[in-house]
């Protein structure tokens, strides 16, 4: 299953793990459900995923 791997409230990674093998990143290990499209950058707080803010450059 996708995990995402989440320190101080950020997604730092995202990894697949079967949730029995020892694991033992810094952080907190949270599934983010299949419909979620969670990545590095994302915010996790109070039980809900929040995507990073776009932020578009003038050219």
């Given at each position: 299953?996708?995990?995402a791997q989440v320190v101080e409230g950020l997604?730092?990674?995202v990894?697949?793990?079967d949730g029995e093998a020892?694991?033992?990143p810094e952080g907190q290990l949270v599934l983010?459900?299949?419909?979620m499209p969670v990545?590095?950058?994302w915010r996790y707080e109070?039980?809900?995923?929040?995507?990073p803010q776009i932020i578009e450059e003038d050219t």
């Open positions: 299953m996708r995990y997604v730092v990674n990894v697949i793990w020892p694991y033992g983010p459900g299949t419909d990545g590095i950058g109070g039980g809900a995923w929040i995507a």
